[in-house]
């Protein structure tokens, strides 16, 4: 069931109705219902993967909480099954394939026969983030973070919560799982505000990533027959749909909780806009990027034993979070890539000076301009390895990206020639519209700046926004990248 569907158009209502009809003490018995029925609209055979993943979770949590603190080693042991039995489950469907692939080719290099094994299997809809979701619940509970949950239903409804269930964001304990305890109320403020967050979410889905897609998809599929300023404008272009496609989603999935009075983490903070390629992984993907820090990173020692050390968690961390995103040596690339320039910036830029001020630009001066186009420039380029089939096929990217580049007039005039747009318009207004939104949200909520202008401005505005929704969205209702990791 897609947010940009008709069937999530009858869903919600329904939800919502049914949601705010009922006491507030069965409230989280309609979201754990609700959150099942909408995973069981994917393949609802696959509901048992969740349910094991939840009552394997939920156990260990209970277990650990009834041994006595003094018992650490009956306290780890436990943790330590709960997460192999829920990484298990992700490894079987997502990595089993990749992994005896590759275990194969390096057995052909030293002349070892090895049969391949090969399974169809269809890939979980949502299980690497309702995976990562309860692996930090355990985790917490085995630290003394957060208290083991004792109602299974509610715990159900924390891990199955529908709006950020298959795509993020990657809920925290103290963050989600109270919130299904406490009194709700809806308000007019949080509602109207979830609204208009869901609107630009599915802007951003709707009109600028499905649009770019089209194009994305028709280079990547076929990259042999282009060449020149086309290859560098399908880059770009991926790079402006992957961001709009899954911060649309997040905004969505944020709107939407609080349609039902609960808070989801911020997920996107403007990335783009980032000045550093540290700065750059605390503002993208940001229940991802922080559960890594949290889980991985620091445990690995953070920097806290000397600056090699501090590089190679740097290079782990981000490597191990490239292959969370797929079975491919592309994505584990893409994630040894930012890991490597994250490594180099530690050199060569320390996040402070000598002085223990912060090494960094005033936010809107030349040098800040210089950084952030610098650091997108580089981002852009390791997305080219994130979509491409291979890293082979990505490596033809960009050896075809110069072709031509000594006639620069031609080369950009014919760079656009597959990219047939309605108009103008239908590129640069949405374009424009993203951009002076994420600047803006580098210092206001750009929403809550609606709320300080009078009815008459904002029922414009909204008018306004209909009808460019109307004129250049895509209903062609197509899945969030996302959704396939």
Same mark, same amino acid.
């Given at each position: 069931?897609?947010?940009?569907?008709?069937?999530?158009?009858?869903?919600?209502?329904?939800?919502?109705?049914?949601?705010?009809?009922?006491? #507030?003490?069965?409230?989280?018995i309609?979201?754990?219902?609700?959150?099942?029925?909408?995973?069981?609209?994917?393949?609802?055979?696959?509901?048992?993967?969740?349910l094991?993943?939840?009552? !394997?979770?939920?156990?260990?949590?209970?277990?650990?909480?009834?041994?006595? @603190?003094?018992?650490?080693?009956?306290?780890?042991?436990?943790?330590?099954?709960?997460?192999?039995?829920?990484? +298990? !489950?992700?490894?079987? %469907?997502?990595?089993?394939?990749?992994?005896?692939?590759?275990?194969?080719?390096?057995?052909?290099?030293?002349?070892?026969? *090895?049969?391949?094994?090969?399974?169809?299997?269809?890939?979980?809809v949502?299980?690497?983030?309702?995976?990562?979701?309860?692996?930090?619940?355990?985790?917490?509970?085995?630290?003394?973070?957060?208290?083991?949950?004792?109602?299974?239903?509610?715990?159900?409804a924390? !891990?199955?919560?529908?709006?950020?269930?298959?795509?993020?964001?990657?809920?925290?304990?103290?963050?989600?799982?109270?919130?299904?305890?406490?009194?709700?109320?809806?308000?007019?403020?949080?509602?109207?505000?979830?609204?208009?967050?869901?609107?630009?979410?599915?802007f951003?889905?709707?009109?600028i990533?499905?649009? $770019?897609?089209?194009?994305?998809?028709?280079?990547? /599929?076929e990259?042999?027959?282009?060449?020149?300023?086309?290859? !560098?404008?399908?880059?770009?272009?991926?790079?402006i749909?992957?961001?709009?496609?899954?911060?649309?989603?997040?905004?969505?999935?944020?709107?939407?909780?609080?349609?039902?009075?609960?808070?989801?983490?911020?997920?996107?903070?403007?990335?783009y806009?980032?000045?550093?390629?540290?700065?750059?992984?605390?503002?993208?993907?940001?229940?991802?990027?922080?559960?890594?820090?949290?889980?991985?990173?620091?445990?690995?020692?953070?920097?806290?034993?000397?600056?090699?050390?501090?590089?190679? #968690?740097?290079?782990?961390?981000?490597?191990?979070?490239?292959?969370?995103h797929? /079975?491919a %040596?592309?994505?584990?690339?893409?994630?040894?890539?930012?890991?490597?320039? @994250?490594? $180099?910036?530690?050199?060569?830029?320390?996040?402070?000076?000598?002085?223990?001020t912060?090494?960094?630009?005033?936010?809107?001066?030349?040098?800040?301009?210089?950084?952030?186009?610098?650091?997108f420039?580089?981002?852009?380029?390791?997305?080219?390895?994130?979509?491409?089939?291979?890293v082979?096929?990505?490596?033809?990217?960009?050896?075809?990206?110069?072709?031509?580049?000594?006639?620069?007039?031609?080369?950009?005039?014919?760079?656009?020639?597959?990219?047939?747009?309605?108009?103008?318009?239908?590129?640069?207004?949405?374009?424009?519209?993203?951009?002076?939104y994420?600047?803006?949200?580098? +210092?206001?909520?750009? $929403?809550k700046?609606?709320?300080?202008?009078?009815?008459?401005?904002?029922?414009?505005?909204?008018?306004? %926004?209909?009808?460019?929704? *109307?004129? *250049?969205?895509?209903? #062609?209702?197509?899945?969030f990248?996302?959704? @396939?990791?």
């Open positions: 069931m897609l947010f940009n569907s008709a069937a999530f158009a009858i869903f919600l209502p329904i939800v919502f109705l049914v949601y705010w009809a009922v006491p #507030n003490k069965y409230r989280y309609i979201l754990a219902i609700s959150g099942y029925w909408f995973y069981m609209s994917w393949n609802a055979k696959y509901v048992v993967l969740i094991f993943t939840t009552g !394997v979770s939920y156990l260990a949590a209970r277990i650990m909480e009834t041994l006595d @603190q003094s018992r650490t080693g009956a306290r780890k042991a436990c943790m330590f099954l709960a997460i192999v039995a829920s990484l +298990s !489950v992700l490894f079987f %469907f997502k990595y089993f394939n990749f992994t005896f692939a590759t275990l194969e080719r390096i057995c052909k290099l030293v002349a070892i026969p *090895l049969h391949p094994v090969t399974l169809s299997l269809l890939l979980p949502g299980i690497s983030f309702y995976t990562f979701q309860t692996l930090s619940y355990v985790i917490d509970v085995y630290h003394g973070e957060a208290k083991a949950e004792r109602n299974f239903v509610k715990y159900a924390f !891990v199955s919560f529908f709006p950020q269930l298959v795509a993020g964001p990657i809920e925290r304990t103290k963050n989600l799982l109270p919130q299904m305890d406490k009194e709700h109320v809806f308000t007019y403020e949080k509602g109207s505000y979830g609204l208009k967050l869901m609107a630009w979410g599915f951003k889905k709707m009109v990533a499905d649009n $770019l897609a089209t194009f994305v998809d028709k280079v990547f /599929a990259v042999g027959e282009y060449q020149g300023f086309t290859l !560098v404008l399908a880059v770009f272009f991926f790079t749909q992957i961001y709009c496609d899954f911060s649309g989603y997040s905004d969505i999935a944020i709107g939407t909780a609080k349609l039902f009075d609960i808070d989801l983490m911020k997920n996107f903070d403007s990335p806009f980032s000045a550093s390629f540290r700065e750059f992984w605390r503002r993208w993907h940001i229940s991802l990027s922080s559960w890594f820090r949290d889980y991985v990173y620091i445990p690995l020692g953070g920097n806290r034993k000397g600056k090699v050390r501090t590089n190679v #968690n740097v290079l782990v961390t981000m490597s191990l979070s490239g292959l969370w797929g /079975a %040596f592309t994505y584990i690339v893409w994630g040894g890539l930012h890991g490597l320039v @994250q490594c $180099l910036e530690n050199v060569l830029f320390p996040g402070r000076k000598k002085d223990g912060k090494n960094e630009a005033e936010k809107g001066s030349l040098l800040w301009w210089v950084r952030v186009f610098v650091v420039l580089v981002v852009s380029s390791a997305w080219c390895f994130f979509r491409a089939g291979s082979k096929e990505a490596l033809s990217v960009f050896a075809g990206m110069p072709v031509g580049i000594r006639h620069f007039g031609s080369y950009v005039a014919e760079g656009f020639r597959p990219f047939k747009f309605r108009s103008i318009m239908e590129l640069v207004l949405p374009f424009a519209l993203l951009f002076a994420d600047y803006r949200a580098l +210092s206001h909520d750009p $929403l700046d609606l709320e300080k202008l009078t009815p008459a401005v904002r029922f414009v505005l909204y008018v306004c %926004f209909v009808i460019v929704m *109307l004129l *250049l969205a895509s209903f #062609n209702s197509q899945e990248v996302y959704f @396939q990791f």
